[in-house]
């Protein structure tokens, strides 16, 4: 996965958070303080830089810790990470 692939996937996820959580765009937007454009960048993952605060700004409009905002967002990172990992010992064993 490289860096524009990684943003579209935390951007993606965002969204589908937000959506979860039953926020329209205008609704999100007006609750976390957001211009619709900066929104849209962001879930669109065409924002170089999702920071902590905008982490923590998603968690808090939708409803959830920011640790399992972090963990949805991670999780299938962790899992390409098993897959490398498992396949390069896989190698290493022939």
Do not use: W
């Not at 589908?16 to 329209?24: F, N, Q, S, T, Y």
């Not at 879930?43 to 170089?48: I, L, P, S, V």
């Not at 700004?57 to 967002?73: H, K, N, Q, S």
């Not at 098993?82 to 190698?91: A, D, P, R, V, Y």
């Amino acid at each position: 996965m490289n860096v524009t692939e990684a943003q579209e996937h935390v951007g993606a996820a965002l969204a589908r958070l937000r959506e979860a959580a039953g926020l329209d765009p205008v609704t999100f937007c007006e609750l976390a303080g957001y211009d619709a454009e900066f929104l849209a960048r962001i879930e669109r993952g065409k924002y170089n830089s999702v920071t902590v605060r905008v982490l923590c700004t998603y968690a808090d409009t939708v409803g959830i810790p920011v640790e399992d905002l972090i963990a949805r967002i991670v999780e299938p990172f962790d899992e390409l990470a098993n897959i490398l990992k498992s396949t390069k010992k896989k190698e290493n064993a022939k």
